[in-house]
């Protein structure tokens, strides 16, 4: 976990369980300046029935925010990734209209703040009563955190504050009254976040691909991210294949610029940091990926 000042903050994205937060009762009345969710303060949030598709962009940018979401702003996640911070804007509210970044919140060391104590309750309630007591649960004052695991026994999850063991003795009382049947009971000791590792891209491989996606009919659909030296930077695409730099029978379908989608027209030209999606149709990807990529062989100029 990542700290700066006095305070941190983490990125809840979905999982294959789901979580119900909370904020402690001592909390009640204040808010923090962070756009609240469902998430934190919400209803519960079951599984989206199709899932969002993620393309190397997406997972940059959530690893970045899982990291460190208060100091990691737009423009210093574009910095490193060949696109604009429009674009990364856009992306953002993208993946929090579709669920995939649920919200924001503060991560508080309950031991820290008066020397409150946390404890984790393992619970076990029927299969089709799992959403109703989740909810029941969470409105218990000193429960943060529910969690809803998929099946089995100690399927609820319940994490609540106090500030003496007679507080978290209450909070069970409150709970089996709402017919959970609390299976253990534990103190927290230490609590770890971390971003997900394979959202980090692989500095080894330099590429301008963010994303490979193959139609039914067996056509491809490529994503890439236009480098400040790419060859077709400052050309249309239709001049790009007037000169050869671009494949013929290359269709540029769209282009991504600071937020916006521009459908490419004749005197429509490729900028820097553009994201750009094309069909080869007939021509290999090597051949048309040539056009976004860099000429390694050539010898840069002289320096003064």
Same mark, same amino acid.
């Given at each position: 976990?990542?700290?700066?000042?006095?305070?941190?903050?983490?990125?809840?994205?979905?999982?294959?369980?789901?979580?119900?937060?909370?904020?402690?009762?001592?909390?009640?009345?204040?808010?923090?300046?962070?756009?609240?969710?469902?998430?934190?303060?919400?209803?519960?949030?079951?599984?989206?029935?199709?899932?969002?598709?993620?393309?190397?962009?997406?997972?940059?940018?959530?690893?970045?925010?899982?990291?460190?979401a208060r100091n990691t702003s737009a423009?210093?996640?574009?910095?490193g990734m060949n696109v604009s911070a429009?674009?990364?804007?856009?992306?953002?509210?993208?993946?929090?209209?579709?669920?995939?970044?649920?919200?924001?919140?503060?991560?508080?060391?309950?031991?820290?703040?008066?020397?409150?104590?946390?404890?984790?309750?393992?619970?076990?309630?029927?299969? @089709?009563?799992?959403?109703?007591?989740?909810?029941?649960?969470?409105?218990?004052?000193?429960?943060?955190?529910?969690?809803?695991?998929?099946?089995?026994?100690?399927?609820?999850?319940?994490?609540?504050?106090?500030?003496?063991?007679?507080?978290?003795?209450?909070?069970?009382?409150?709970?089996?009254?709402?017919?959970?049947?609390?299976? @253990?009971?534990?103190?927290?000791?230490?609590?770890?976040?971390?971003?997900?590792?394979?959202?980090?891209?692989?500095?080894?491989?330099?590429?301008?691909?963010?994303?490979?996606?193959?139609?039914?009919?067996?056509?491809?659909?490529?994503?890439?991210?236009?480098? @400040?030296?790419?060859?077709?930077?400052?050309?249309?695409?239709?001049?790009?294949?007037?000169?050869?730099?671009?494949?013929?029978?290359?269709?540029?379908?769209?282009?991504?610029?600071?937020?916006?989608?521009?459908?490419?027209? @004749?005197?429509a030209t490729i900028r820097p940091d553009?994201?750009?999606?094309?069909?080869?149709?007939?021509?290999?990807?090597?051949?048309?990926?040539?056009?976004?990529?860099?000429?390694?062989?050539?010898?840069?100029?002289?320096?003064?």
């Amino acid at each position: 976990m990542r700290r700066s000042g006095d305070k941190s903050y983490y990125i809840t994205p979905g999982s294959c369980s789901h979580d119900i937060h909370r904020e402690p009762l001592a909390a009640a009345g204040t808010r923090s300046p962070v756009r609240p969710s469902h998430a934190i303060t919400g209803p519960a949030t079951t599984r989206a029935a199709v899932s969002h598709h993620l393309d190397e962009i997406d997972r940059q940018i959530i690893h970045a925010l899982m990291s460190d979401a208060r100091n990691t702003s737009a423009p210093m996640i574009a910095e490193g990734m060949n696109v604009s911070a429009g674009t990364v804007r856009n992306r953002i509210e993208r993946l929090e209209e579709a669920g995939v970044i649920r919200g924001y919140t503060a991560i508080v060391d309950f031991e820290q703040a008066d020397g409150r104590l946390t404890s984790v309750f393992m619970c076990t309630v029927p299969a @089709d009563e799992r959403e109703r007591l989740a909810i029941a649960a969470r409105s218990i004052p000193g429960v943060i955190n529910v969690r809803v695991l998929m099946a089995g026994r100690r399927d609820l999850q319940v994490v609540a504050v106090g500030e003496e063991t007679s507080d978290l003795r209450e909070i069970a009382r409150a709970l089996s009254g709402l017919d959970i049947r609390i299976e @253990d009971e534990e103190l927290l000791q230490t609590e770890l976040h971390t971003p997900y590792s394979r959202f980090l891209a692989d500095d080894t491989t330099e590429s301008v691909v963010t994303d490979t996606v193959t139609l039914a009919d067996g056509s491809t659909v490529i994503e890439v991210c236009v480098t @400040d030296d790419a060859p077709i930077v400052g050309r249309s695409p239709s001049a790009a294949q007037t000169e050869g730099l671009l494949s013929s029978d290359a269709i540029v379908t769209s282009i991504e610029r600071d937020g916006s989608i521009i459908h490419p027209v @004749d005197d429509a030209t490729i900028r820097p940091d553009d994201v750009v999606t094309v069909i080869p149709t007939e021509s290999s990807a090597d051949a048309v990926l040539g056009a976004f990529r860099a000429n390694e062989d050539e010898t840069p100029p002289p320096t003064s």
